[in-house]
């Protein structure tokens, strides 16, 4: 196959940290709070513009609390739960490699007892509609390392008594999320818009402030996880005053990429981006000889983590080794290349690819990256002499 001409402009593609967003550079970055206490009045209103705009950009209800906590969305996912889970029964909802770490979390450091995990292999969603899923719900909005998500929220009860906790680390930004179904909402600068990592977000409702206020855990609470002050839930933190002390660059950069999305429509122009990606990808997979989602429902099809998995005839029956050397092949010929860089699969997922179409991917470069697929994949084939 003739090696193709146009190459992607940007050649970042991972799932995290994902790409900046278009004609990013640090000139465009104030500097003026570097070297300066985060506690001080300047440095505290910058933080304070990040959760405001944050709130007002992803239509966050108004009486939910919006605060910048350690760590990532790890941090902010790990903190909800260590503050939050007990005293009622946990139904953990498992479909890729994150949300298994929080189910091992809650079952294996916390001990929960009354807790329900429902499994399910790559590529699939849990059952979702015919179980009322009493008691609180753990669930990741999309799985990044297997490119399925749930489609809605509307298979969550709005008048259900427990606390609905979402990690919604490569959907917010990306994809509609009705927050008002959720207590808790979870992500990372790092994802969606492209934001330096490190830092984590952690919205919650007024139930969950209820829950926080009026439950204490019976494990001790690291420092680092604590959301309580004088027993009650410490709103400083959601005012700008942050638990540890926060990259002040990163903030900067946070809000240059929170002030971007307003040059592109909003939620509603992110959310298009990210759908135009996923349809080109859509309409080169519907052709394809070789690739498929590894989702199996069109309708869970993640928009931001795309995972392909491999389905060549000739290949399909091949040992597992021989299918990890194609996919290391083909990604260390784009890498070679300068077309594309960090697609491959996630370690423990199935052998394949993993493409980043979240907004601050441009169309275009999706559109010109898929003639390189074709071209590295059968390329891999010849130089591994397969036949």
């Known amino acids: ?38 506690r001080h009045t300047i440095a505290k209103s910058k933080l304070q513009k990040v959760i405001d705009l944050t709130k007002l950009t992803l239509k966050i209800p108004h009486d939910y609390l919006v605060g910048i906590v350690p760590g990532s969305d790890t941090g902010a996912i790990e903190i909800a739960m260590w503050n939050l889970l007990g005293p009622r029964p946990v139904n953990m909802l498992v479909w890729d490699s994150f ?26 969603l849990p059952d979702l509609t015919n179980n009322p899923l009493k008691g609180d719900i753990v669930f990741n909005w999309n799985g990044t390392t297997a490119g399925v998500c749930v489609p809605n929220a509307n ?34 600068w790092q994802k969606c818009l492209g934001g330096e990592a490190g830092h984590g977000v952690l919205v919650l409702s007024p139930k969950a402030v209820e829950r926080i206020n009026s439950y204490n855990p019976s494990w001790p609470i690291p420092k680092l996880f604590q959301l309580r002050k004088n027993g009650k839930l410490n709103l400083e933190i959601f005012s700008g005053a942050t638990i540890n002390t926060p990259s ?27 759908k135009n990606n996923l349809n080109i990808i ?8 070789w690739a498929d989602f590894l989702c199996e429902d069109v309708n869970n099809l993640s928009s931001t983590s795309i995972c392909l998995k491999l389905t060549d005839p000739k290949i399909i029956d091949l040992p597992i080794e021989i299918k990890n050397n194609i996919e290391k092949n083909i ?34 470069d999706v559109k010109n990256l898929l003639p390189w697929l074709d071209w590295a994949y059968y390329e891999t084939l010849d130089q591994l002499k397969i036949k």
């Not at 970042?12 to 004609?23: D, H, L, M, V």
């Not at 002040?248 to 939620?267: H, I, P, R, S, Y």
């Open 1 to 38: 196959m003739t090696r193709p001409l146009v190459k992607p402009i940007r050649p970042e593609f991972s799932s995290g940290p994902c790409a900046k967003r278009p004609k990013w550079s640090l000139k465009f970055l104030d500097n003026s709070t570097l070297g300066r206490s985060h």
């Open 99 to 124: 949300s298994s770490d929080w189910a091992n979390d809650i079952k294996y450091q916390l001990k929960l007892e009354n807790i329900h995990i429902y499994n399910v292999d790559y590529g699939k």
């Open 155 to 188: 298979w969550i009860n709005s008048s259900r008594n427990g606390l609905t906790i979402c990690d919604a680390t490569s959907a917010a930004f990306a994809m509609d999320i009705d927050w008002s179904k959720l207590d808790v909402g979870t992500f990372s």
């Open 248 to 274: 002040m660059l990163c903030v900067e950069d946070f809000l240059d990429a929170l002030n971007w999305t307003k040059e592109v429509g909003g939620l509603s122009g992110l959310i298009s981006r990210s």
């Open 282 to 289: 859509k309409n080169w997979v519907s052709v394809s000889h």
């Open 331 to 364: 990604i260390k010929l784009l890498e070679q290349h300068k077309v594309a860089y960090d697609i491959g699969s996630y370690r423990s997922a199935p052998p394949g690819l993993r493409i980043w179409g979240g907004p601050t991917v441009e169309n275009e």
